[in-house]
């Protein structure tokens, strides 16, 4: 099993521009989360999703949108990039909600935003 | 709202010193985790406590949950360098089961 995957591990993007973040898991997990992840900010959650076709704000959901057309994979879209959203990205996946359910953890989307 | 707060934020020690971070709720946790950061790596899962006043041991790690469950802590004894990282707890919440709230991490540099 590879777990949970993301695609690119670095990107470079200007102003303006979009992308598409894609994370995967083999896990057959029902909930998965996006966070980023910023220098004495800890992890903050972006989206989420508690199953295919279903998604969630979470507490810094402006200037993103995600996507779960299939329950292995979710999509974390940029439609144009600001320098604020220079960060890292995680994704991550559990079987269900909080109760006993391990969050497993992507290796990371390193986004710089000039 | 729900929050975690978590001390310290940074701490650095000499390779042999214990280690502690603690971690405390505004409000009752259903569960609380714990996960380690190693530089450049993502979080991986250490452990989850569930049950008032429990203690849960890994090797030089100490798991604490309050009688409350408003508060928890991990001990390390006699660090190593193999320690060093960001330890973060997370706190799941009865009714709010959908995700977890973090805490903002502790940053743990070990000097040889």
């Known amino acids: 099993n590879a777990g949970v995957t993301q695609t690119p591990k670095f990107r470079v993007l200007k102003t303006g521009q979009s992308m598409t973040l894609l994370c995967a898991q083999d896990m057959n997990h029902e909930y998965m989360y996006w966070y980023r992840q910023d220098p004495g900010m800890g992890l903050r959650l972006i989206h989420y999703?508690?199953?295919?076709?279903?998604?969630a704000k979470g507490e810094v959901p402006d200037g993103y949108n995600v996507s779960r057309l299939k329950k292995q994979n979710f999509l974390l879209g940029l439609e144009s990039a600001a320098p604020s959203q220079t960060s890292v990205y995680f994704c991550a996946s559990s079987y269900g909600g909080t109760s006993g359910k391990t969050q497993y953890f992507g290796p990371g989307t390193r986004l710089l935003v000039l | 709202g729900q929050q975690v707060m978590q001390i310290p934020q940074y701490q650095h020690v000499q390779e042999g010193e214990d280690f502690t971070t603690y971690c405390n709720s505004s409000?009752?946790?259903?569960?609380i985790q714990w996960y380690k950061q190693r530089p450049g790596g993502h979080p991986v899962f250490l452990i989850q406590?569930?049950?008032s006043g429990e203690v849960k041991k890994q090797k030089r790690l100490t798991f604490q949950f309050g009688e409350a469950k408003k508060n928890s802590s991990l001990h390390i004894t006699a660090t190593q360098t193999t320690d060093v990282g960001t330890y973060f707890c997370a706190g799941g919440y009865a009714g709010n089961n959908r995700k977890l709230i973090w805490g903002l991490g502790t940053s743990l540099a070990v000097n040889p």
């Open positions: 999703s508690v199953g295919e076709g279903t998604t």
């Open positions: 406590l569930v049950k």
């Open positions: 409000t009752t946790l259903s569960n």
